[in-house]
């Protein structure tokens, strides 16, 4: 067949080569799209995540797909091994989808984080599974890194020539868009596009690049005069900070750790950034720098293990408290290797994160969940609240600070892993209570059933902070008779946002200041209706300080009008922090519900 204009026989070219030679991976690429778009069209996608777990599974099975082909093709040309391996993909991704539970939890993400850098590093490290080829690898990964930067100029491009072009219909042309449509379009280029132009410029035989001997310029100087420069400063700061603990022996602050990685991670980017040039005379400095970096991450490390153990012996494990330990021994492995030798297998870093990923994949949950559960029955016992691994009925409760600690876990255990790791402690069949409880509301049920009265929020000072977290139950209808229309929505910050009410259009201003709530309502650009909240805020506090409690009920309501229309306010959640004895709403997040009858 000929083509008109070469390009378009080129472009059918490259499509039909990414096709054949990565079709698993685009097909994953594709169906992920496809989920993307429709779940983008939906009004409430938390409720039912079908697509977002298509989305999830499609992008795993889409990197170990690309890691499979690069690695088959340096193995074996015998096409049977390579449509087996691709088969046994197709079940795992099946069953992964299977696997997640009807809500997903902050333990699927964590998971899926970890198979979407283990996917990163497969696809980095699949053709150089032997020994060698330290240099090949380096030019490869280079290869897909400003591939991968190409991809995304050319797909911004041309995402913002179509945006234009449709502006231009509905500007000239009066032809209605919908701003879905503009998404929906960048989805469309950013998963299948963007995708298949990427694996259109992944080398085919990665082995051969071991010749190569190109060496960006832009990347030496960028690593230079831009990262190492950012990096010194980063230690400077952090080693300072140790010398401050060492003075005043005081613990450091936990966020410490994060800064810590980021400095290691960084600083192992930038010498992999300048890995093939280190050996001429005028670069010296690059084996010195790297010697020196190393040397200095050990003290730091030092500064990290304390930092997360003194966490982890005071609460226990968590997913992100054990990835920040497991993170800080890995790096241990890493310096003392790269202290100890040439430092020339640059291999080891992603090969070694590969173990340590699948590792923690494997047992990471399971000590958490276990940790968290021994916290939890180590208070029960002290508080003689456990007769056979069960929570037994009290009359009296526990002093404040325990029921608080007791209410944190089973909240930490419910909302990050379920209702299953929760229901050891109690006689009673979680499973019944509704699947789609908020936490507040699951954990006020199961500690009442046992007679024990949630502790969500203390302070030891007077004049401390307390922070608050109110929801209306989970199982609360709202009574909309007598009204029109229902509108929901959270406020973080202050704004004005428009909706159209049938034939009517209306828009809505929520303002936020440090001691006053607002909320102006107009209808069809008439008169305006203004509706305080501080009242309303201020009664529902002065409850929940009264008796602790964290529902909010259906009398908290505050009732409006104007000759155009009547509106029914209810405050369905609150959080934030208040300091006592004042009130500053600026840190507060508000969800309210506004029930409008539009007067005839």
């Known amino acids: 067949m000929k083509f008109p204009f070469p390009f378009l026989h080129s472009l059918l070219v490259n499509f039909t080569n990414v096709l054949t030679r990565f079709p698993l991976a685009m097909l994953y690429a594709f169906t992920g799209t496809y989920a993307a778009i429709l779940e983008a069209h939906l009004t409430d996608p938390w409720s039912h ?41 197709l079940l795992l991704t099946t069953a992964y989808f299977f696997s997640f539970p009807d809500k997903l939890l902050p333990t699927d993400w964590y998971r899926f984080i970890l198979l979407a850098a283990l996917g990163h590093l497969l696809v980095a490290c699949a053709p150089f599974h032997g020994k060698g080829h330290i240099n090949g690898f380096w030019h490869y990964n280079k290869s897909l890194f400003l591939r991968f930067l190409t991809a995304v100029l050319y797909s911004a491009v041309i995402f913002a020539g179509i945006c234009a072009a449709m502006m231009a219909l509905t500007n000239l042309f009066d032809i209605a868009i919908n701003n879905n449509t503009y998404f929906s379009v960048w989805l469309l280029i950013a998963g299948a596009f963007n995708t298949c132009f990427f694996l259109a410029g992944i080398p085919k035989d990665p082995l051969s690049l071991d010749k190569e001997d190109l060496y960006p310029a832009g990347l030496k100087i960028f690593t230079q005069f831009v990262l190492i420069p950012l990096l010194s400063i980063y230690v400077i700061i952090l080693l300072a900070y140790e010398l401050k603990i060492l003075a005043q022996w005081d613990l450091p602050r936990g966020w410490v750790a994060n800064l810590l990685i980021a400095f290691a991670v960084f600083g192992i980017l930038s010498l992999l950034l300048v890995f093939p040039v280190r050996n001429i005379s005028k670069n010296k400095w690059i084996t010195l720098y790297s010697k020196a970096f190393y040397w200095i991450l050990l003290p730091l490390l030092a500064l990290l293990f304390i930092a997360i153990g003194t966490r982890i012996k005071n609460y226990g494990f ?33 090969s070694s994160l590969i173990v340590v990923i699948v590792i923690v994949l494997v047992i990471m949950t399971p000590i958490c969940i276990k940790s968290q559960q021994n916290r939890l029955t180590h208070l029960l016992q002290e508080q003689h609240l456990l007769k056979d691994g069960k929570i037994i009925t009290v009359n009296g409760q526990p002093n404040p600070h325990d029921s608080h600690k007791i209410t944190s876990i089973v909240q930490y255990l419910y909302a990050t892993y379920g209702k299953s790791a929760v229901q050891p402690f109690f006689n009673k069949d979680l499973d019944q209570l509704p699947a789609s409880m908020k936490t507040y509301a699951f954990t006020d049920t199961v500690l009442n059933s046992v007679g024990i009265e949630p502790v969500y929020f203390i302070s030891d000072s007077a004049t401390g902070p307390l922070y608050i977290s109110l929801y209306r139950e989970d199982n609360k209808t709202i009574n909309i008779t007598g009204y029109d229309y229902l509108i929901s929505r959270t406020y973080h910050v202050q704004g004005k946002e428009n909706y159209q009410l049938g034939k009517h259009s209306a828009s809505i201003t929520f303002d936020k200041s440090r001691a006053h709530l607002t909320v ?11 509706i305080p909240l501080d009242a309303l805020i ?9 008796d602790g409690s964290t529902t909010i009920q259906d009398s908290n309501f505050v009732i409006a009008e104007n000759n155009q229309m009547q509106v029914k306010l209810m405050i369905s959640s609150l959080n934030g922090t208040l300091k006592k004895g004042s009130i500053d709403y600026t840190g507060m997040n508000i969800g309210l519900s506004y029930l409008i009858r539009i007067k005839k």
């Open 49 to 89: 995540p079908f697509w977002i777990k298509v989305i999830l599974c499609c992008e795993i099975g889409m990197l170990f797909a690309i890691a499979i082909s690069t690695f088959m093709e340096t193995v074996s040309k015998r096409k049977g091994y390579l449509m087996g391996s691709r088969i046994v993909l």
């Open 520 to 530: 102006t309502i107009q209808l069809d650009r008439q008169d305006n209706l203004h």
């Open 318 to 350: 968590t997913e992100e408290r054990f990835w920040v330990a497991t993170i800080g021994i890995w790096l241990v492995f890493t310096a003392a290797y790269f202290i100890s030798t040439s430092g020339e297998n640059i291999k080891i870093i992603p």
């Open 538 to 546: 201020g009664r529902l506090l002065s409850r929940h300080r009264a």
